[in-house]
Each structure stands twice: as structure tokens, then as C-alpha cells.
């Protein structure tokens, strides 16, 4: 249902549309134009507001019943990851200018490199092109965010793409960051492969990208989300559960053209759309089996990864499947739940042995990433949401912490050579630990005292508690998460004791070591006043409830559905249930994390280093990444290899064979019709031409220039011609 609409101006195909506004209902939320499910927004007068906008920046093309265009879609999860992401590029953009000031020299020396001679490469700075990337990047992301069809989202989802290859690659004369931005580049077009498949599924059986329906060149185009879920936010199966029926904007079931056959999308093909799109999703957040990107991925400048780990690129990923939440059917739910699941303890492990700060912070990305997935997975659409803003604030802040500890340490990333830093960089520490407290997920019981992270993971931990209660079979989906939120804050923790508690394990380093100016520093100070503050009053807090204006309204109740696996997704009212309990289980959590890395790392009472040295296997396998670019190297790349070699060796042998042995004949042929052209052609040629010069030369003795002698000759001439005539012809 259509709350209003208002077309101004005339439009045609290949023009933009200026001014176009049309007041749409929230398809995600079953119709009702608030996105709410019990469509309690209105205004003084009691009139519903309309909540959700969407409109037509330009038409590219109509072909037959799809219009290809640039739309936008405006609502309230819009509103805020378009905020978010403004607001953390701006601060680190102001950080950038401090930290790639090395580059505004035209001699620009780059110590990683080393050249044949010994010496370090010198180039000309690149600031100003780091800066055109870096805009490029934000620019990219904010079109992703405000598209309002699903080809508008893949056209922008490139764009990112290859600004993440161009700024993980910005030292290009690494090899380091060049093999990074290619692992990148190659893992995410794997992810987009599957993208593909579900945009040709959508496009055959559905014939549009639009999200919802509005006017396009005069006549109305259905949305996606209204046509696949009716009033309510459920999918209506056809009798035979083989299909999903599509509906049209007021409710009805489409037809067939003009007959009264009702129009569908199989359940499969449904279930293989969504599958496809989380594929995307999968690649462009780093998410298991595709994870391995992303912790390489850190040779870019470190104001790069702070966009790519917080706002942008893999953030992304996560918004999509937010976004397109109304056409995942629930088989696709548990697989997006199962691979967050897998993907928060498989990267938390690993960072549990870390060494590099950067990398720390990466595999806690994904990590965090997992936990994300897994809320949209289990039906906490607003919980995954949630923790989407509040990790792009503490991440975004702890990145721009360790690059402001990385440029005081002369580009020394490995923390073993730090301690003792707070010292020298009390505003850096600090805000780090801001970061760190907010992660971690801790807050003094009954109290409000508690950071953003603490209200986000809270709400993602009652939300797979609920689920577990309601499918026993799934409990994995709330033990991983469970034991993982004491994880993270042990190796948070164990970040912030060993870069900045204890004594300098170097002193050279360390007596060099000062804080950053302000403008490296003053943006720490902004995202830090966000990490702890931006989640204020929880799930009754601002944030939180302007997230949930347009929550699809399906969840509210809950909902149990799926053709090949049958699951019951939680409503409100079963979280809530056990929100207290769950809470206190992740706080519990997180604690024991806490306390575990303080006994190792700040009191020092067990040295790491016994535990290392008893558990080798297991660290080693730690520090290996749980062997899966080894794994990938077997699987992938050495079979690819090798068959690149049968075919490199067929090149060589077979079809350079064919063609040398070509080219032989030809040699041999133009040899011999060399011989024949140079010995019979030529020679009679030239023997002809001898012949004419010998009588020329010969010719050329009776031209003696002697009028007496040409007189004679004539006379003789006329004597012997007459004498010739009469004998010839006596007659």
C-alpha cells in the first residue's frame, strides 16, 4: 500500500530525474508504511508518517517488463549508516593528513624496499593520491549505502572493490601489498560470482532490482520485498510449498500476463538468490571460507584499514544482508548463522596469537564480522545491526590508535618490541583502552556504566540464547559466541598490556617514542567519545530505536518456516525473555577474558612463553592461521598450477610444435623458391639483360662522333638496301 506519491516533472529514459519523490511503504516490513509491525507512527492528528522514501536518481535503460536505474531507498537504517560512515571518514581522513605526511616530498624514501645496489627506493610522494583513493573509497560506500535496487548496490559494491585493491596496494613497490591487494581483489570477485548468480535469479523470475515499488517513465514498478512478502513480512507458499507467490503493491498476487495464473519464484530458486547474494557478502566481509583477505589485507597505509575494518568494505557486507533480509528464506538464515558462527571463533582463536598489533585488530574484525552475521543469521536483525555502528566506531578508534603508536615507533608494528607506552602516549593509550573496554563487552552490573560493545554483543548473545531455546539442536549458535566473547577480551586486553603496561622491552625505540599532534590525536578523542557513548540507554536508547523503526516486522513475533530444514526464529518477546540471563553470561564471559590476560600480560604472574612452549602444536596451528592458506595452496592454487603446467607444456610441445614445424616448411619452401627465383627467374632476367647490355656496349663502338664516318655509313647503308631491293625483287 501506497501512503502517497508525489511525481514531479516528466520522465524519459537516459534523463535524470530531478525532484522525484515518492512516499513508499516499507516492503520489508510487510506493508506497513512506518517499517514498524504495528505501524505506530503518526502525527499530532493521528495521520500515519511514512518512514521510508524511495525515488529514481536516473533511468539507464528499460528492457522489456526491468528497468535498469539508479534509485535511492531512505530509511531509518540508511539514515544511520550513512551518518556513521560520514562521521568516522571525516576523522579519519583528518588522520590521514598527519600520518601520510611523509608522502608531500618529492623524494620520498621507502625503507621496506630495497633495491639490487643495497639501497632504499626513493619515488616521488603520493598524497595526493592517496587522498583521491581514499575519497573514491568513502564516495563509493555512501552510494552503496543510499541504493535503492539491488544492481544500484552491485555497481557501487565494485567501485569499492577496486578502491580497496588500489589502497591495499598503495606501496606497489612491495611485493607484500602488491600479493595482498591481487588476494583481495581475487577472494571478493569469488564472493561475486555468486552475487551474479543471484542477480540473474532475481532478474528472470522476479524482472526487477527495485527494492520497492515507486513510478519509473510513468508507470509503477513492484519492489522486491513487497512482491515476496506479504502483510505481516511471511512469505505465502503456493499450494504445493514448491514456490513462493509474488504480490504486487496493494497485497494481490500478480498474474501470469493477462491470465489468472498466478505468478511465482521456486523455493529453491529463492533459497539459490539468497545464497548467492550472501556469497557477496561472504567475500566482501571476510567471512568463513573467504577470510583469509582480509589480515593481509594491513599492508595498506594503516588510515586504510581503520576505513576498510570499520565504515566501508567490510561493513558492507553485513549492510547488504541486512538490507536484503526479506528475501533470505530460512534455510538461507541458518547457513548466514552457521558461517558467523564458525567465522567469530575460528578468527578470535588466531588473534589469541598475534603479534603484529594490526593484525590483532584485524582477525578481531572479522570476528566481530561473524558475530553480525550471525544475529541476521538467527533472526536479531536489529542486534546485527547494532553491532554493525558500534563496532565502526571502536574499531575505526583502535585502528587509528595503533597507527598513531606505529608512526611514534618508526613503523614498528610487532608489539613483543613495545611496553610501557602509556607513558609516552597517554591520549593514544587511553583512548585505545576506550576501544578495548568496548569490545570486550565489559559494564559494572546494575549500573548503566557501560560502553557501547557491552549493550550491542549483549543483545547478540540473548538473541542466540532465545534461538537455542527455541531449536536445541542449534546450541552451538550460543556456546561459540558465548566462549568467544571471552576471548575477545583476552586478546584485547592482552593488546593493550603489551603495547602500553609493563616496562619498554626496547629502550632504544622507546626513548624516541612521543605523542602525536592533534591532528592525529583529536579524532581519537571524537571516535572515542562515540565508542563508549554512541549505544547509550541499550535497546531502549536513541540508536537502537531508530535502528528498529524499520525492522522487518516478520520479527517481532517470530517466525518458524523452511522447505529443506525447519526453524523457529525468536520473536521480541523470547529475547527479551532471557536477555538478563544472557547478559550476565557475556559479561561473565568477558571478565574471565579480561582477568586471564592481566595475569598473563600485566601481572606477569605465568610467563606466556611456558604456555607457548607446552601447547607448540596448538600455537603453532594458531599462528598458521589454522593452516588455510596452506589448505588453499593445496586445494587451489598448486592443482591450478599444475594444470597450468599440462596446458603450458601442450602450448609448448604440441602447439608450438605445430607451429615451428610450420614455420620449417615455410623456411624450407621460400628456400627453395628462393633458389628457383634467383636461379631460373633471375637468371634468365639477368642473362637477357646481359645480352642487351653486351649489344649496347657493342652498339656503343660505331658512336664515334665522326660526321665523315656517318656519311659513309649511310651511303653504304642506301648502296647495300638498293643492292637488296633489286636482288630480292628483280621484278
Known amino acids: ?196 548468480i543471484g542477480l540473474m535469479v532475481i532478474w528472470t523470475w522476479c524482472g526487477t532490482f527495485q527494492f520497492a515499488g515507486h513510478e519509473i517513465n510513468g508507470r509503477h514498478v513492484d519492489g522486491l520485498f513487497e512482491m515476496v512478502r506479504v502483510d505481516g513480512g511471511a512469505m505465502e507458499l503456493t499450494d504445493d510449498h514448491s514456490g513462493v507467490l509474488l504480490h504486487g503493491a496493494d497485497g494481490h498476487p500478480l498474474t501470469v500476463g493477462d491470465s489468472d495464473q498466478p505468478r511465482s519464484i521456486p523455493y529453491a530458486l529463492l533459497v539459490v538468490a539468497g545464497l548467492g547474494i550472501f556469497a557477496g557478502c561472504i567475500g566482501k566481509s571476510a567471512q568463513f571460507p573467504l577470510q583469509t583477505w582480509l589480515p593481509d589485507a594491513m599492508e595498506g597505509p594503516t588510515p586504510v584499514s581503520a576505513l576498510v575494518h570499520s565504515a566501508t568494505m567490510v561493513a558492507a557486507g553485513v549492510y547488504l544482508a541486512g538490507r536484503f533480509f526479506p528475501m533470505f528464506t530460512p534455510e538461507v538464515l541458518l547457513t ?109 552490573p546494575g549500573t548503566a556504566i557501560a560502553f557501547s560493545g557491552f549493550y550491542s554483543k549483549d543483545a547478540i548473545v540473548a538473541t542466540a540464547l532465545a534461538h537455542t531455546q527455541a531449536n536445541p539442536i542449534h546450541v552451538l549458535l550460543f556456546f561459540a559466541p558465548l566462549v568467544t566473547a571471552g576471548i575477545t577480551a583476552f586478546y584485547m586486553f592482552r593488546l593493550w598490556f603489551y603495547t602500553f603496561y609493563g616496562e619498554p622491552r626496547d629502550r632504544e625505540m622507546y626513548d624516541h617514542v612521543h605523542e602525536n599532534g592533534w591532528v592525529m590525536t583529536g579524532p581519537l578523542l571524537v571516535l572515542a567519545l562515540f565508542a563508549a557513548g554512541c549505544a547509550f540507554g541499550g535497546e531502549q536508547g536513541p540508536l537502537y530505536l531508530l535502528l528498529t523503526d524499520n525492522e522487518p516486522a516478520v520479527l517481532s513475533a517470530g517466525f518458524t518456516g523452511g522447505e529443506a530444514v525447519t526453524v523457529t526464529t525468536p520473536g521480541h518477546d523470547a529475547i527479551h525473555a532471557v536477555h538478563s540471563q544472557a547478559g550476565a553470561y557475556a559479561l561473565l564471559a568477558a571478565v574471565f577474558g579480561t582477568v586471564v590476560a592481566y595475569l598473563l600480560y600485566g601481572a606477569r604472574v605465568v610467563n606466556p612463553a611456558e604456555i607457548q612452549a607446552r601447547f607448540t602444536g596448538v600455537y603453532n596451528f594458531l599462528v598458521e592461521k589454522w593452516q588455510f592458506d596452506e589448505l588453499y595452496d593445496a586445494m587451489f592454487v598448486r592443482p591450478v598450477r599444475v594444470v597450468a603446467g599440462w596446458f603450458a607444456a601442450f602450448d609448448r610441445i604440441v602447439l608450438d610444435g605445430i607451429l615451428h614445424g610450420a614455420a620449417r616448411v615455410t623456411i624450407d619452401v621460400s628456400t627453395w623458391d628462393k633458389r628457383f627465383d634467383e636461379t631460373i627467374i633471375d637468371g634468365f632476367v639477368n642473362l637477357l639483360g646481359s645480352a642487351t647490355y653486351s649489344a649496347g656496349s657493342n652498339l656503343r663502338r660505331l658512336q664515334t662522333g665522326i660526321l665523315r664516318q656517318y656519311i659513309t655509313f649511310i651511303a653504304v647503308s642506301v648502296v647495300v638496301l638498293f643492292g637488296l631491293t633489286f636482288f630480292l625483287f628483280p621484278n
Open 1 to 196: 500500500e501506497h501512503v502517497g506519491e508525489e511525481h514531479v516533472g516528466e520522465e524519459h529514459v537516459g534523463e535524470e530525474h530531478v525532484g522525484e519523490e515518492h512516499v513508499a511503504a516499507d516492503p520489508a516490513a510487510g506493508g506497513h508504511a512506518d517499517g514498524h509491525h504495528d505501524g505506530d507512527h503518526h502525527d499530532a492528528d493521528g495521520e500515519r508518517v511514512a518512514t521510508v522514501f524511495t525515488g529514481t536518481f536516473y533511468t539507464l535503460g528499460t528492457f522489456g517488463p526491468l528497468t535498469v536505474s539508479l534509485d535511492w531507498y531512505i530509511d531509518s537504517l540508511t539514515l544511520l549508516m550513512f551518518t556513521m560512515v560520514t562521521l568516522i571518514a571525516t576523522c579519519i581522513h583528518v588522520f590521514a593528513i598527519g600520518y601520510m605526511s611523509d608522502e608531500l616530498t618529492e623524494d620520498h624514501v621507502d625503507h621496506q624496499v630495497h633495491l639490487a645496489d643495497g639501497h632504499h627506493l626513493h619515488r616521488p610522494g603520493r598524497f595526493y593520491r592517496f587522498f583521491s583513493y581514499l575519497s573514491l573509497f568513502s564516495f563509493s560506500m555512501l552510494g552503496l549505502v543510499i541504493a535503492g535496487n539491488i544492481f544500484h548496490v552491485f555497481v557501487f559494491w565494485e567501485l569499492v572493490g577496486i578502491c580497496s585493491y588500489l589502497l591495499i596496494g598503495f606501496y606497489t613497490e612491495r611485493r607484500s601489498a602488491n600479493v595482498a591487494a591481487n588476494k583481495a581483489f581475487i577472494m571478493n570477485r569469488v564472493g561475486d560470482f555468486g552475487f551474479l
Open 336 to 444: 548466514i548463522a552457521y558461517t558467523g558462527c564458525i567465522t567469530l571463533f575460528l578468527a578470535a582463536t588466531i588473534a589469541i596469537v598475534a603479534t603484529d598489533i594490526k593484525r590483532v585488530l584485524a582477525y578481531s574484525t572479522i570476528s566481530q564480522l561473524g558475530y553480525m552475521m550471525l544475529a541476521i543469521g538467527l533472526g536479531g536483525w536489529a542486534a546485527g545491526l547494532f553491532h554493525l555502528i558500534t563496532h565502526a566506531f571502536f574499531k575505526s578508534l583502535m585502528f587509528l590508535c595503533s597507527g598513531s603508536v606505529i608512526v611514534a615507533c618508526h613503523h614498528e608494528q610487532e608489539m613483543p618490541r613495545m611496553g610501557g607506552l602509556w607513558r609516552k602516549m597517554p591520549i593514544t593509550a587511553f583512548t585505545m583502552l576506550v576501544g578495548v573496554i568496548a569490545i570486550s563487552g565489559l559494564a559494572i
